[in-house]
């Protein structure tokens, strides 16, 4: 039986393929967090791990993404490479996904998900009428449950659709990629979406008007979602812990993670954009000593750049009239300078210049702080610190 109640905490976990690790690293801080889940709404890889959740076996779950390689998933050689899997998608139709049926036969408990206090729900949708099926666990057939979560999963046409009593599924993401709807209509009164900006439909309207809503999304680019690779998943697994934890206040940052109130709003803003032009590591939670100290470190594997940066910088007119320029054709000051310029050296030239010239810098017009914003704050950063 499940629970009846008022209030009903949904997660709705959206599709994604190989990014689904980052869900499963965000279903675990949750965990952490004590919240607990009343429905869970799942799309695709969602639906794999939305499975996962509502048996009560997260360990089990990042067990199962630890050990998922691309050819463990779809029916390609092992060492493949993306070229060798679109080689499939053309000449056979679409990959098939038996390794993927044994990992879902291997890891998920039909009795366990039907027992569970969690009311869970996946889509899927039927071929040849396209039709979105939004299936509760009462709508599946008895021993069916891994069938439509891999019907769930099976993004066609990169991968076969996946029969069912003589029916034809494909992926739950034609019909919605991440149900929100779904979670709402079943009495959710909170939801927590992960998003991994996967492919398929959305209802916008739906996630604007759910209620108390906490949306978790990676600022990041999370991978080629057909290519699972263990080292990209253990960073998923990571980087969807510390988002989660941030979505709910407990830490402070934006790409970067950094203990609460290390640093006011504005100079986090600066910090999150130094640390991503010097390329620091997005895994540590950050205090302010550490990240001084992990930033000076890069400085000073970075001479070479800020030397070259000076000499840029001293070779260089930014004028009134170049902004003039810039508003008439921002796209040529793209190509001339930030695409030619690394973005370390940018933020030592804008850092040289904001020093020497305080308010007075070209670069504290707006339009250019538009153009290159991530530069222009990480300098600011360098300068308000002396780091420079």
């Known amino acids: 039986m499940k629970k009846v109640q008022t209030e009903k905490t949904a997660l709705v976990l959206s599709g994604g393929g190989s990014r689904g690790a980052y869900e499963a690293g965000a279903c675990q801080a949750l965990s952490e967090l004590g919240i607990d889940i009343d429905i ?38 092992e060492g493949s490479q993306p070229f060798d899997y679109a080689r499939e998608i053309v000449f056979n139709q679409g990959a098939g996904t038996s390794g993927l049926k044994a990992l879902m036969d291997k890891y998920i408990d039909e009795s366990k998900i039907r027992s569970s206090e969690i009311d869970m729900g996946i889509t899927a949708v039927s071929l040849p009428d396209f ?30 659709s996946y029969p069912i009593d003589g029916v034809d599924f494909i992926d739950g993401g034609y ?50 979602q057909f290519v699972f690779d263990l080292d990209n998943t253990r960073l998923l697994l990571r980087l969807g812990y510390l988002d989660t934890m941030k979505a709910f206040g407990v830490l402070d940052g934006g790409y970067y993670t950094f203990v609460r109130c290390t640093f006011d709003k504005n100079t986090m803003k600066m910090a999150d954009a130094c640390a991503k032009v010097f390329d620091l590591d997005p895994c540590i939670i950050y205090t302010r000593d550490v990240f001084m100290e992990k930033l000076r470190k890069r400085l000073a594997e970075s001479q070479s750049d800020a030397e070259e940066a000076l000499k840029r910088y001293k070779t260089a007119s930014f004028k009134p009239r170049d902004l003039a320029a810039l508003r008439a054709d921002i796209n040529q000051l793209r190509t001339d300078v930030k695409n030619v310029i690394s973005d370390n050296i940018l933020a030592f030239i804008v850092a040289y210049s904001l020093k020497e010239k305080g308010d007075r810098s070209f670069f504290q017009s707006r339009t250019v702080q538009k153009l290159i914003p991530e530069p222009v704050l990480a300098a600011k950063f360098l300068v308000k610190y002396n780091l420079i």
């Open 40 to 77: 869970i709404t799942g799309t695709s890889v969602g639906a794999i791990n939305a499975a996962m959740v509502t048996q009560g076996e997260l360990e089990l779950a990042t067990r199962l993404w630890k050990e998922m390689e691309t050819h463990m998933v779809f029916d390609v050689p």
């Open 131 to 160: 039709k979105p099926h939004f299936l509760f666990m009462e709508d599946i057939p008895e021993g069916k449950v891994i069938d439509y979560i891999m019907a769930s999963a099976s993004a066609f046409p990169a991968i076969h």
């Open 175 to 224: 019909a919605d990629a991440i149900p929100v709807d779904m979670a709402v209509k079943r009495g959710a009164t909170r939801v927590i979406a992960v998003n991994l900006r996967g492919y398929g439909k959305t209802n916008q309207e739906a996630i604007k008007n759910a209620p108390d809503m906490t949306w978790i999304e990676s600022p990041w680019d999370l991978g080629f």
